[in-house]
């Protein structure tokens, strides 16, 4: 059999896996705290024809070896976590963070999300929450009557309620970091959950410590880069081709050499 007719389909499938990911990054170009995808690839085993350093005669050893490898495989999908572009919202709500951490979110499932997106809300109970009404952790809930809001870059977040005319602190939203933000599991709506790669989240205030600040009236969008992405679905695009030629020419040798019977 010929090995390369294999081969050639490991090639094709990881290839599809490759623009799989680039098309889930284009069509999140526009979402709100995005983090874009990259798949990683390793070459699968070696077929060891011949061992290198074998002796060749009583005083010689070969130098080199023959060793066919056997096609590719997907070894890891990860995210990439670098600063989104900041887009001004003037939404007195949404705040965008600027550097390292993640908001927390209470999920209906008692688990603890982690978002960048900052499109904050307020639900009929004046908790903030996100788009999906999932409140964020600290909770923080607005008085009725609050008005001029705002949100410091350290997170504090003041109102000026009722007829007050001086501005009264609410509470103050904290940022969650991890050892390896890699590890985190995407699990749609903009939120990410722990896992043991991930490791614990470290709580702590905006500005300190390594956390980024917050940036009221803005959004951080997405990372992805479009002509980046083209350029990998172009790249992808004729890998796929080429694998889907071997495989062609594999079948063209083996008709050759059944002509010749």
Same mark, same amino acid.
């Given at each position: 059999?010929?090995?390369?007719?294999?081969?050639?389909?490991?090639?094709?499938?990881?290839?599809?896996?490759?623009?799989?990911?680039?098309?889930?990054?284009?069509a999140?170009?526009?979402?709100?705290? !995005?983090?874009?995808?990259?798949?990683? !690839?390793?070459?699968?085993?070696?077929?060891?024809?011949?061992?290198?350093?074998?002796?060749?005669?009583?005083?010689?050893?070969s130098p080199?070896?023959i060793?066919?490898?056997?096609g590719?495989?997907?070894?890891?999908?990860?995210?990439? !976590?670098?600063?989104?572009?900041?887009? #001004?919202?003037?939404?007195?709500?949404?705040?965008?963070?600027?550097?390292?951490? !993640?908001?927390?979110?209470?999920?209906?499932?008692?688990?603890?999300?982690?978002?960048?997106?900052?499109?904050l809300?307020?639900?009929?109970?004046?908790?903030?929450?996100?788009?999906? @009404?999932?409140?964020?952790?600290?909770?923080?809930?607005?008085?009725? @009557?609050?008005?001029?809001?705002?949100?410091?870059d350290s997170?504090?977040?003041?109102?000026?309620?009722?007829?007050?005319?001086?501005s009264?602190?609410?509470?103050?939203?904290?940022?969650?970091?991890?050892?390896?933000?890699?590890?985190?599991?995407?699990?749609?709506?903009?939120?990410?959950?722990?896992?043991?790669?991930?490791?614990?989240?470290?709580?702590?205030?905006?500005?300190?410590?390594?956390?980024?600040?917050?940036?009221?009236?803005?959004?951080e969008?997405?990372?992805?880069?479009?002509?980046?992405?083209?350029?990998?679905?172009?790249?992808? #695009?004729?890998?796929?081709?080429i694998?889907?030629?071997?495989?062609?020419?594999?079948?063209?040798?083996? #008709?050759?050499?059944?002509?010749?019977?």
């Amino acid at each position: 059999m010929i090995r390369s007719l294999w081969t050639g389909t490991t090639g094709m499938h990881s290839q599809q896996l490759n623009i799989d990911v680039i098309s889930n990054n284009l069509a999140n170009v526009s979402t709100n705290g !995005f983090k874009k995808s990259r798949a990683d !690839f390793q070459d699968l085993l070696y077929q060891t024809m011949k061992v290198p350093g074998s002796q060749s005669s009583a005083d010689t050893e070969s130098p080199t070896g023959i060793l066919v490898g056997l096609g590719v495989r997907p070894a890891a999908v990860s995210k990439v !976590f670098s600063q989104g572009d900041l887009i #001004q919202t003037l939404n007195e709500l949404d705040v965008a963070i600027e550097g390292e951490g !993640f908001i927390q979110v209470s999920m209906p499932n008692g688990n603890t999300g982690y978002t960048r997106c900052g499109a904050l809300k307020r639900d009929s109970n004046g908790r903030l929450t996100t788009s999906d @009404g999932y409140p964020i952790l600290p909770a923080i809930t607005l008085p009725d @009557g609050s008005r001029q809001i705002t949100i410091s870059d350290s997170g504090i977040v003041s109102a000026i309620i009722g007829a007050d005319t001086v501005s009264t602190e609410i509470g103050t939203i904290e940022l969650a970091s991890f050892t390896n933000n890699s590890g985190l599991s995407a699990i749609g709506k903009n939120l990410f959950a722990e896992t043991a790669a991930s490791g614990t989240p470290q709580t702590g205030v905006p500005g300190s410590d390594g956390y980024g600040t917050l940036l009221q009236t803005y959004l951080e969008g997405s990372n992805v880069n479009i002509v980046e992405e083209l350029a990998s679905m172009i790249t992808t #695009q004729r890998a796929y081709e080429i694998n889907s030629k071997t495989i062609q020419t594999s079948d063209e040798m083996m #008709q050759t050499t059944n002509n010749l019977i």
